[in-house]
């Protein structure tokens, strides 16, 4: 698990992706590991972005499985919520009422779809913040090597047009596109996963 993840510790202060990143390659250079595939999901594809412009040598080849690291412009459904989360902090600073800021600002979150925003307290809210925020597109056109991108058809955090974005600027990728998946493809459809994943490592 990375650092501030999972049941591993959490970084001292917040990190930016450029730490994640080195935190990576400091952890592959102790096992002794001097080239690998990345299978990165979600998060992992910002990582793994940084990591392509920074150390391109390091990796073989690439497996990006619903991805983050391309930032997209604020939704309406984003800046009402922004807006409602500014009233409703001025309106729960009022005696009494502040002690039902917590949870309406939970319940706000949750609306927002924001689950990974509200679980995470301190250093890692920062974190969170700094690894959202970067802009990582830059990099995609950059990557030379074996790639291939999954994505499911029913991914509500991110998009499936992020992933034919990334097939289509990673020269020679292939895409394969699985109906009926979500985000999750690695905890709904494992062995479907696995099948793609050995198929493209057998012949990249």
């Known amino acids: 698990d990375l650092p501030g993840c999972g049941r591993s510790q959490e970084p001292q202060h917040p990190w930016h992706v450029q730490e994640y990143m080195q935190f990576v390659v400091d952890f592959m250079d102790a096992l002794g590991v001097k ?3 990345t299978i990165a999901h979600s998060f992992g594809g910002r990582i793994t972005f940084k990591l392509e412009a920074r150390y391109p040598k390091k990796t073989e ?9 391309i930032k997209h412009k604020k939704s309406i459904k ?3 919520g922004n807006g409602l989360a500014k009233a409703g902090k001025a309106i729960f600073s009022l005696p009494v009422l502040n002690k039902l800021e917590p949870i309406s600002r939970k319940i706000l979150y949750k609306g927002l779809r924001e689950k990974d925003y509200i679980s995470t307290t301190g250093v890692m809210k920062e974190t969170f913040k700094n690894v959202i925020e970067e802009y990582l597109k830059r990099y995609i056109p950059g990557i030379k090597k074996p790639t291939i991108v999954i994505w499911g058809t029913e991914d509500s955090y991110v998009p499936l047009s992020d992933g034919y974005y990334i097939h289509e600027h990673i020269p020679g990728s292939v895409i394969e596109v699985i109906h009926g998946a979500g985000h999750g493809i690695h905890k709904k ?7 793609i994943v050995m ?3 057998n012949h990249k």
């Open 35 to 37: 080239k690998w595939t």
């Open 189 to 195: 459809m494992p062995k479907r996963l696995y099948q």
């Open 78 to 80: 984003v800046l009402i």
């Open 61 to 69: 080849a690439l497996i990006l499985i619903a991805v983050a690291g």
């Open 199 to 201: 198929h493209f490592i």
